[in-house]
Structures are given as C-alpha cells and as structure tokens.
C-alpha cells in the first residue's frame, strides 16, 4: 500500500545573517496545486498551479534563499504592514496627535516604513492537516516601532481552501488606538515564472468604476476618484494589460505604467474584485476580497537588479501585482474609508486567491 503524501511540511529554509532560523511551510492540494510559504516576511515564497493541460507552474515571483529576500527588499510574496502602500509626508494626525513616521519613499512611507513586516521573522502559531491544509503566522509589533502607535498583534493564515484555491486572512488588535492595513505583495505571471515570458497579454478584468489618480509620488491626489470609463483604467469589460499602457496618458506617465489604486466600496465579505487569464497557458485566477481597494501594479520598476528563482532577472512586464488593502494615504484623508483600529476591535481582511483554466467556464462570484 503506497502511503498517502502529507498535505503539509515543514522545513528550513536557512538563516538570517544575525543566526535566527527561518522556516518553509509546504501546503499540498490535489492536482499539484501547492503554496510555499516562509516564515520571513510571511512570504508566499511559490505558487504551482496547474495550466489547461494539467502542466504544473510556479505563478509567482520570489528567490531560492532567504539571503535574497533579505538583502533585496523587493516585497515578492510578502506580507505587507503596518500599512500597506504610502503615506503623504511620512506622517498623519490620530485623535489630535500628529504622528511622525520614517520615510522611506521619497518624502513618504510605503509598506510601514523601513521596518516593515516584510522585514519581520513571523512565528508559526499553528498549523493544520487534513483537506483544506493551512499555516497560521504571527507577529508583535511593539508600541511605536517605526513610529505607529499601540502594540500590534498580528496573525496571517494561508490556507488551501479548496480546490486550486487559496485564502489569505489577517487579524490584527490593538492596545491603543492606531491605523492598520495589511495585504500580500505577491508578483504573479500565470504563464509560469520559470518560462520568463510577459504578462502583457494577460487579460485582466477589474470590478471598479473609479480609481484614485496620482501626482509623481504616487500619492492620491486631492479630491473625489476618478471614473475609470473613457481612460485606460478601464478593465471592466476585460482588457490586456499591456493594451493601452503605452499610451500618452497622464497617470499612465507618472507611474510608469499602472501603480493606482481600484475604489472597490465597503463590503463585509468577500467579493469579487478581478479576474485575470492568460492566453498562452489558459490559467485564471479570480481573486475575490473584503476590501474597499484593490491596487494594481504592473511591475514598472522591475529592473533585474537580483535574481529570482529559475536563475531569472525579473524586468519591467514580467509580473504584475493585485494588492487589496485600505485606500492609499488613508491615515491623512477623511474622505476615504476608514484604516483606525481601536482597542476592542479587530482587523479582519480575507482575500481569496481562486483558480482554474479558460476550458472550466466563465466568471464565477
């Protein structure tokens, strides 16, 4: 009687440069489908997935060893926090008190500061077999490191919650009033990272009639977002990323292509917020999330400056980002949904990562 494969393993995957161990949490589904997660960063290190042909692929971009991740701060599969994206001005008013910050990104700061949880070693706080395997990782982030106020305590899950599906929730609490935002950062090529090709022919659909426009540090601008209908921030009808990203467009220019951030509306539960299929391997992903924006990011700064995995340079159009998570410079604007955390609540987003091939149907919600 041959033995059943674990759904899960655990495993090393090398040491920080201060000796501290790092770990690798291998979750296995039927068909292949299987994610890597380390303890670095909460990172999801490698997604494999099947294409139209049952041929497994890693979708996501990352490195073979934690040596990588730690002297490139790139942000491949990691999660991101205090708050995800930027800033304005590095700093921001809570119950009167004006909060200064480390910037980092120009005069602002993005992905929490230089110190972010990307840059944290997370521990394992559980972990569990059976038909939806899933890790559970967690975090403390003492009472004003890098600058924000009140001890965060953070928990992210990675689960295989069904077939070629993957979830991904965050819990966070507070002892003191403070602004949270957490996402995954993972860079995704549905035709396989190791093929090395562009996702520019990737059809992407994006649920949202508005966007928020940028100056040239991507910060929102002043008033109401923007209607996407007549611009090429128009995914609604299902476009190819790389369809208009040349044209002579104003955001488009600033950016470097899109790096905007998608006005998707509060909902409690999960919904659907973009679906994405490639034409060469067929693969979709749908990815579906409770949160209010979806940002969107296409690789523009890909330089090749370290090497991913498959000894590839990842450069400008090999990957793109979908990032749900709180409205960008939401801490300094009234108007955009609110990212305050109290004490006595707690910080609940669930995104789903859902995936299948051209041939098993349309769009699903």
Known sequence: ????????????????????????????????????????????????????????????????????????????????????????????????????????????????????????????????????????LRHTSPDGENGFPGSLEALVSFRLSGPRELTISYDAVTDRPTVVSLTNHSFFNLDGVAAGGTMLDHVLTLVADEFLPTDAEAIPLPGRPRPVAGTPFDFRSGVAIGARIHEDDAQLRAGRGYDHNFCLGISAQPRLAARVEAASSGRVMELLTNQPGLQFYSGNFLDGAAAGKYGRLHRQSDAFCLEPQGWPDAPNRGDFPSVRLDPGETYRHVSIYRFSTARDGGMRT
């Open 1 to 136: 009687m041959v033995k059943a494969r674990p759904t899960i393993t655990r495993e090393g995957f090398g040491t920080l440069a201060d000796g501290r161990a790092v770990e690798r949490v291998v979750l296995r589904g039927a068909g292949g489908f299987e994610a890597r997660i380390i303890t670095y960063g909460a990172a999801l290190q490698a997604l494999f997935v099947p294409d139209a042909n049952g041929a497994l692929a890693d979708v996501v971009l990352g490195h073979d060893d934690v040596a990588c991740y730690e002297t490139q701060r790139d942000f491949y599969g990691a999660t991101i926090g205090r708050f995800a994206n930027r800033i304005a001005g590095a700093a921001f008013t809570l119950n009167g008190e004006r909060i200064a910050l480390p910037a980092n990104d120009c005069a602002n700061t993005l992905h929490g500061g230089p110190g972010g949880f990307d840059r944290a070693l997370w521990s394992i706080e559980t972990i569990e077999e059976g038909e939806t395997p899933g890790v559970t």
